[in-house]
């Protein structure tokens, strides 16, 4: 049973910073690209950032230079570093990855959300 399992959400105030973790667990060949998407209240679901295992990364562009994403393979971890958050940031953080398995191809994991609230 492959599963995401997030970190890291919380309370922050305008300006500050959070660093998420989501840690792939189970039996699997190996990982390719892994992501970082929020869905705020009454809001679509949308990309935050991707990471391909060779360590390409894509951004939206609201949060272009101010938040990382990256990943340690040998972990089967990534991470999302985010600085100067704003209020309207505030959503449901949703890890996302793309495995291999050993019979059964790639397929598309979900961890189960974590919550990050700007406010002060």
């Known amino acids: 049973q492959v599963q995401l399992v997030e970190s890291g959400g919380g309370l922050v105030q305008p300006g500050g910073s959070l660093r998420l973790s989501c840690a792939a667990s189970g039996s699997f060949f190996c990982i390719n690209a892994m992501g970082w998407y929020r869905q705020a209240p009454g809001k679509e679901r949308e990309l935050v950032a991707t990471?391909?295992?060779?360590?390409?990364?894509n951004y939206a562009d609201s949060v272009k230079g101010r938040l990382t994403i990256s990943r340690d393979n040998a972990k089967n971890t990534v991470y999302l570093q985010m600085n100067s958050l704003k209020p309207e940031e505030t959503a449901v953080y949703y890890c996302?990855?793309?495995?291999?398995?050993?019979?059964?191809?790639?397929?598309?994991?979900w961890g189960q959300g974590t919550q990050v609230t700007v406010s002060s």
């Open positions: 996302n990855a793309l495995i291999v398995l050993y019979a059964q191809g790639v397929n598309d994991y």
């Open positions: 990471i391909t295992r060779g360590g390409r990364t």
